[in-house]
C-alpha cells in the first residue's frame, strides 16, 4: 500500500514536473518568438523612418535646390536687366550729349 501510493506519488510528480518543463518551454517559446517580433517591428519602423527622413532630406535638397536655382535664375534676370538697362542708359547718354 506505501509503496504504490509512493510509485503513485512518484508519478504524480513526474508528470507535473514534465507539465511545468512544458509550459516552461512553451513559455520561453512565446517569450522568443514575441521578442523576435518586437524585433522585426522595431527593424521595420526603424527603416520606416529612415526612409521617411531619406524622403524628408530628398525633398528639403530638391527644396533647397529649386530655391538656389530660382535665387539664381532671379539673381540672372535682375542682372540682366541691369546690363540691359546699362546699356540702354549708355546708349541713350552720347546721344543726350550730342544733341546737347
Known amino acids: 500500500m506505501s509503496r504504490m501510493s509512493r510509485l503513485s506519488r512518484l508519478s504524480s510528480l513526474s508528470r507535473l514536473s514534465r507539465m511545468s518543463r512544458l509550459s516552461r518551454l512553451s513559455r520561453m517559446s512565446r517569450l522568443s518568438r514575441m ?3 518586437s524585433r522585426m517591428s522595431n527593424v521595420s519602423r526603424m527603416s520606416r523612418l529612415s526612409r521617411l527622413s531619406l524622403m524628408s532630406r ?3 535638397m530638391s527644396r533647397m535646390s529649386r530655391l538656389s536655382r530660382l535665387s539664381r535664375l532671379s539673381r540672372l534676370s535682375r542682372m540682366s536687366r541691369l546690363s540691359r538697362l546699362s546699356r540702354l542708359s549708355r546708349l541713350l547718354r ?3 550729349v550730342t544733341s546737347v
Open 35 to 37: 521578442s523576435r517580433m
Open 58 to 60: 530628398m525633398s528639403s
Open 94 to 96: 552720347p546721344s543726350r
